[in-house]
């Protein structure tokens, strides 16, 4: 059972987190739960992951749901939202996680995978933003997690995974401003490398990945949750149109 001592700030409120099976999603969707919000997920395939973080979320005295949406499929995305709004009677903050990872030489990136990573973290993002914002209030707030890499581009073979993070700086610049007047925050998390499945920090890449950065190591899923928890909360009030680093100062 919770410690009802313990301070719930999203007390109340409903959240969606796309692709929130695993990695950052999880990480997130779990401290949106122990900080109060029902929660609602999305999954492309690993329907066991999914229910784990669910009972993880109930857990923490709060309702859970696990929906199977693939993020490169306009119609899942627009349903997924509407859904989540109607398990919890309301959608309060919508974080935009689902991803892919697609790293190569620019020349051999064909017209199909490049359809698909646009519309999985663009495309996906756009239309659930778009389906959340009418049922939200004042005090709604729209959360993407991009990548530093959307910034800055270190090495090469990162062109389309680069360029299509970069996209969701726009999104959420223009989001704050269309959304603004009704109280509606939007921003943008971007991490760098991240201890998960998709990035392990013990791996052949690691000790290259962990030499760039300022302090000398990988993030941990739970620092991205974080700094989502702040901006979802009372704390990210008088905050949008914002881009945040959480990459251990590879940016610096």
Avoid at 24 to 30: C, K, N, Q, S, T
Avoid at 198 to 219: F, H, I, K, Q
Wanted: charged share 20%.
């Amino acid at each position: 059972m919770p410690n009802s001592a313990v301070p719930r700030p999203l007390a109340g409120r409903a959240a969606l987190v796309t692709g929130g099976s695993r990695g950052i999603g999880a990480a997130v969707a779990l401290r949106l739960a122990a900080d109060g919000a029902d929660v609602a997920l999305t999954y492309l395939s690993a329907a066991d992951r999914a229910a784990e973080v669910v009972r993880g979320a109930e857990a923490a005295g709060v309702r859970g749901l696990a929906i199977a949406a693939d993020a490169g499929d306009p119609a899942a995305v627009r349903a997924a939202v509407e859904r989540a709004a109607e398990h919890f009677g309301r959608l309060d903050i919508l974080v935009n996680n689902a991803g892919v990872a697609p790293f190569g030489p620019m020349d051999e990136v064909t017209v199909e995978e490049y359809d698909r990573v646009t519309a999985v973290h663009g495309r996906a993002a756009f239309l659930a933003a778009q389906a959340a914002a009418p049922h939200m209030g004042a005090g709604g707030r729209i959360i993407t997690i991009g990548s530093n890499l959307g910034e800055r581009v270190p090495a090469a073979g990162m062109t389309l995974y680069a360029m299509s993070k970069a996209s969701l700086l726009g999104l959420t610049r223009g989001l704050a401003r269309d959304l603004g007047p009704r109280g509606i925050t939007a921003n943008l998390v971007q991490p760098g490398s991240t201890d998960t499945e998709m990035n392990p920090a013990v791996s052949a890449e690691a000790d290259a990945e962990r030499a760039l950065t300022a302090l000398g190591r990988y993030c941990d899923p739970e620092d991205i949750a974080a700094s989502v928890a702040h901006l979802a909360g009372p704390g990210g009030r008088s905050i949008t149109g914002a881009s945040l680093l959480v990459d251990a100062g590879a940016n610096a």
